[in-house]
């Protein structure tokens, strides 16, 4: 899903303004879009920027895509299922 709003937004070059929420730490203004956390301030997101983990997120956003669920079924033998041609059933009687 982050992946997604986030090739949206390269591809648009829109930005969204953020809306103020009490629930959220910073009434939801300090925003990390490849992380998809919120922040306390802009001391604490800039730190973010610097930490190994955002850059690691970075960097596997601007890679290829993640892989989705069905992928992971796929590559598991859990797809759908390939039962062969139905075979007609013969009543003796």
Same mark, same amino acid.
């Given at each position: ?41 802009? +001391? ?11 850059? #690691?997120? $970075?960097?596997?956003?601007? =890679? ?8 992971? +079924? ?11 041609? #139905?075979? $007609?059933?013969?009543?003796? =009687?």
């Amino acid at each position: 899903m982050v992946f997604d709003e986030l090739k949206k937004l390269v591809e648009t070059g829109e930005t969204k303004p953020l809306t103020l929420d009490e629930d959220l730490p910073g009434m939801g203004q300090f925003y990390c879009l490849h992380c998809d956390r919120h922040f306390a301030n802009d +001391e604490v997101r800039e730190e973010h920027y610097r930490s190994k983990r955002h850059k #690691k997120r $970075m960097k596997q956003m601007n =890679g290829p895509s993640p892989h989705r669920q069905l992928d992971a +079924e796929l590559a598991a033998g859990m797809g759908m299922p390939d039962n062969g041609p #139905k075979l $007609m059933t013969m009543s003796f =009687g």
